[in-house]
């Protein structure tokens, strides 16, 4: 564990070489970082051989209550993490929250953005809202970015791109598919799991439930199944993310699910890294 003044994190990091020397022989650096309000993660690619070198993970022990209380730990470990502090040829952050909705490029209006999104969630007057183009589906992701987290990295890095969560998720999940048939994934963090699935390389549903049980995570699964008349005994399903074999959701999943699987990267950071290949599949997946 590791204490700050003010709060108490815990790090986890993988990477394929453990010494800053490494990384300074390293010119041209790409970094890209995962934002929630339960933590972020993050990770630097050798640009020349497309290769994540190395990664780095913070949990935060409770979960911050807004994107103002996030930004206070981000920038305490900003300021103290010495592989965020170098000159990086291009950075990218992931916005993981559920403040979005998908909708196809022919209803779509960016003047309604706003509209859009309080059909979901409760939007404030001050939000600020930012949309992807999911080429792929033909649709857009419409969804709230932590502006301040936008401008602190602006602030210490210049210019910079970023995305929801989902977008990416869905955008490797539609690139590595190879079956038609209908198949659920479904990517697992602390408190919420976002549920997509395909069907003829197309996406068919996608949403993000929160969860504080096994019982509320099944609930919400078996529910949206239901309503797509999908059959326990015939689907197959995928899970990424923060979920493992002996975890009580995997178990929980398996007991009313006949073919639960695991999405398995084909990162090379994998062979040095002691977690399993379907875990920071957002990061890390391939």
Same mark, same amino acid.
């Given at each position: 564990?590791?204490?700050g003044?003010?709060?108490m994190?815990k790090?986890i990091?993988? $990477? #394929?070489?453990?010494? +800053?020397?490494?990384l %300074?022989?390293?010119?041209?650096? =790409?970094? @890209?970082?995962?934002?929630?309000?339960?933590?972020?993660?993050?990770?630097?690619?050798?640009?020349?051989?497309?290769?994540?070198?190395y990664?780095?993970?913070?949990s935060?022990?409770?979960?911050?209550s807004?994107?103002?209380?996030l930004? $206070? #730990?981000?920038e305490? +470990?900003?300021?103290? %993490?010495?592989?965020?502090?170098? =000159?990086? @040829?291009?950075i990218?952050?992931?916005?993981q929250?559920?403040?979005?909705?998908?909708?196809?490029?022919?209803?779509?209006?960016?003047?309604?953005?706003?509209?859009y999104?309080?059909f979901n969630i409760?939007t404030?007057a001050?939000?600020?809202?930012?949309?992807?183009? +999911?080429?792929?589906i %033909?649709?857009?992701?419409?969804?709230v970015?932590?502006?301040?987290?936008n401008n602190?990295?602006?602030?210490?890095?210049?210019?910079?791109e970023?995305?929801?969560?989902?977008?990416?998720?869905?955008?490797k999940?539609?690139?590595?598919t190879?079956?038609?048939?209908?198949?659920?994934y479904?990517?697992?963090?602390?408190?919420?799991f976002?549920?997509?699935?395909?069907?003829?390389?197309?996406?068919?549903?996608?949403?993000?439930?929160s969860f504080?049980?096994?019982e509320?995570?099944?609930?919400?699964?078996?529910?949206?199944?239901?309503?797509?008349?999908?059959?326990?005994?015939?689907?197959?399903?995928?899970?990424?993310?923060?979920?493992?074999?002996e975890?009580?959701l995997?178990?929980?999943?398996?007991?009313?699910?006949?073919?639960?699987?695991?999405?398995?990267?084909?990162?090379?950071?994998?062979?040095?890294?002691?977690?399993?290949k379907h875990?920071?599949?957002?990061l890390?997946?391939?």
């Amino acid at each position: 564990m590791v204490t700050g003044h003010r709060f108490m994190i815990k790090k986890i990091v993988v $990477k #394929k070489n453990n010494t +800053i020397r490494f990384l %300074e022989n390293i010119k041209d650096l =790409d970094l @890209s970082i995962q934002f929630s309000l339960n933590g972020f993660s993050f990770c630097i690619t050798d640009n020349s051989t497309k290769e994540n070198v190395y990664f780095s993970e913070f949990s935060f022990e409770e979960k911050q209550s807004s994107p103002e209380e996030l930004l $206070k #730990k981000v920038e305490e +470990i900003f300021n103290s %993490e010495i592989h965020l502090q170098k =000159d990086f @040829s291009s950075i990218n952050a992931i916005y993981q929250n559920h403040l979005f909705t998908i909708v196809p490029n022919k209803y779509f209006k960016e003047e309604n953005c706003k509209d859009y999104l309080n059909f979901n969630i409760k939007t404030l007057a001050t939000d600020f809202i930012a949309y992807d183009d +999911i080429e792929a589906i %033909e649709a857009k992701n419409i969804y709230v970015p932590y502006v301040n987290i936008n401008n602190y990295l602006y602030q210490n890095f210049g210019e910079f791109e970023y995305k929801h969560h989902l977008t990416v998720y869905i955008q490797k999940l539609l690139k590595n598919t190879t079956s038609e048939e209908k198949t659920a994934y479904i990517n697992v963090a602390k408190d919420h799991f976002d549920l997509v699935v395909i069907e003829h390389k197309k996406l068919i549903f996608s949403n993000s439930f929160s969860f504080l049980s096994k019982e509320d995570f099944m609930y919400y699964l078996l529910f949206s199944f239901e309503q797509l008349k999908i059959d326990t005994e015939k689907i197959k399903v995928y899970f990424t993310g923060a979920i493992l074999l002996e975890s009580d959701l995997y178990k929980i999943a398996y007991k009313y699910i006949r073919d639960c699987n695991f999405l398995e990267s084909n990162n090379p950071i994998f062979k040095e890294l002691n977690t399993p290949k379907h875990t920071n599949y957002i990061l890390l997946g391939t």
